[in-house]
């Protein structure tokens, strides 16, 4: 089994930043894809962004351009850097791992955290 924990959600004003990490233990093996999700309230849980084994990030249209996913192979962790916050990105946001890494960036995920919320005031 692999385990993450996601760390770094909290409140910060529209305009504002912050960075979410995943940490991933247990039994993880490279290639692997590491992806983020998020779910808003009363809405279904959505793709954010993902990177590849090999570092190829892919990122969903109401992100691109001020979001950031990027990892650490060395401490297993990955990172989501979320600029220009506004109250639309208010969602618990989920980190998820592909473990043997596939083709599909935003599909069949197979190991979940528990969620970190991330809240925009406006």
């Known amino acids: 089994q692999v385990q993450l924990v996601e760390s770094g959600g909290g409140l910060v004003q529209a305009g504002g930043s912050l960075r979410l990490s995943c940490a991933a233990s247990g039994r993880t093996s490279s290639p692997a894809r590491m992806g983020w999700f998020r779910q808003a309230p009363g809405k279904e849980r959505e793709f954010v962004a993902s990177?590849?084994?090999?570092?190829?990030?892919w990122y969903s249209d109401s992100v691109k351009g001020r979001f950031t996913i990027s990892r650490d192979n060395a401490k297993n962790t990955a990172y989501l850097q979320m600029n220009r916050l506004s109250p639309e990105d208010t969602a618990v946001y989920y980190c998820?791992?592909?473990?043997?890494?596939?083709?599909?960036?935003?599909?069949?995920?197979?190991?979940w955290g528990q969620g970190t919320q991330v809240t925009v005031s406006s």
């Open positions: 998820a791992r592909q473990q043997p890494e596939h083709d599909l960036a935003t599909v069949n995920y197979d190991y």
């Open positions: 990177i590849s084994g090999s570092d190829s990030p």
